[in-house]
């Protein structure tokens, strides 16, 4: 994501002519959307997207089950 914001920034500097970005070759304003594709095609590869929305999934049920538990007046295995 940060690679797509910075591409973003460097196109609008490089088309608006603003500051030493007007100077350097489109190659280098550009540079950054194709890192941002390298990382997207290496995280849905090595499997590290999938992995994320895993643990966050996992983090929610633990979540979900400690809320149900201190409604009923139980303690969950974390607070003990």
Known sequence: MYFLLIGL????????????????????????????????????ASGYTKQREIDKMARRKQERIDKQRDAMGMLSKRRK
């Open 9 to 44: 920034v460097g196109l609008a500097l490089k088309y608006l002519e603003i500051g030493p970005v007007a100077a350097w070759s489109w190659w280098v304003v550009l540079s950054p959307f194709a890192l941002a594709v390298v990382w997207w095609a290496w995280a849905d």
